[in-house]
């Protein structure tokens, strides 16, 4: 029998939820070095103990967050086919993850395009590179792209950061096309001809 993962205090959920929103809302208002625990406590309406059984610090409070963004993010990802053999499945998932920033577009706004802090860019950049790395790599096997003299890490590194600059830049110019219409014309400049 498989056993379920511990599930998470709704109380826990609910608190972690005002000191994020709190958090984003301060992050629209102020630079992030202005934040300070009480601050935030105060604008998420919880006491500075409460905060201190969550977190130890601002920096731990973001490093914390960054986790859970990387891990929707996988869990967004998980919902498309293992294997993308196909333009479609491929395309479908870009289209989550697009859908999911889309959803969330306020904290990916503030931490990506507003504020560009660091930790949260970083991670992402991460996991997109091992998306791309992934994919070219299932292409080389697959036969359908020779590396044409091109480093893998090179092209690893220009496709992550053209798609995380494409995101950003999306973001900050208020969504102006739809994810499914993003992605489309993303993977259509990625399969211009050389």
């Known amino acids: ?15 972690r939820q005002l000191l994020r929103d709190a958090f984003i809302e301060l992050l629209h208002e102020m630079d992030i070095e202005k934040i300070s625990v009480n601050r935030l406590t105060e604008r998420a309406t919880i006491n ?9 610090d601002i920096p731990d409070m973001l490093e914390k967050m960054a986790d859970e963004m990387i ?3 996988r869990g967004v990802l998980q919902k498309t086919p293992a294997s993308s ?4 499945e491929e395309l479908s998932v870009l289209v989550h993850l697009l859908e999911h920033i889309a959803e969330h577009a306020q904290f990916y706004k503030a931490v990506l395009a507003l504020k560009r802090i660091p930790i949260f860019t970083d991670r992402l950049l991460k996991l997109l590179a091992e998306l ?14 020779s590396t044409d ?29 739809t994810p499914l219409y993003l992605a489309k014309q993303f993977y259509l400049l990625r399969t211009l001809p050389r």
Do not use: C
Not at 48 to 56: A, G, I, M, N, S
């Open 85 to 88: 053999n196909s333009p479609e």
């Open 71 to 73: 891990s929707e993010i």
């Open 132 to 145: 791309v790395s992934a994919r070219i790599v299932e292409l080389i096997k697959e036969g359908s792209r």
């Open 48 to 56: 500075r103990v409460t905060f201190y059984l969550h977190y130890r």
């Open 149 to 177: 003299g091109i480093q893998q890490d090179i092209a690893i590194w220009y496709g992550s950061s053209a798609l995380i600059g494409t995101i950003v830049s999306w973001l900050r110019n208020d969504m102006p096309y």
């Open 1 to 15: 029998m498989e056993k379920m993962p511990p599930r998470t205090d709704p109380r826990v959920l609910r608190t």
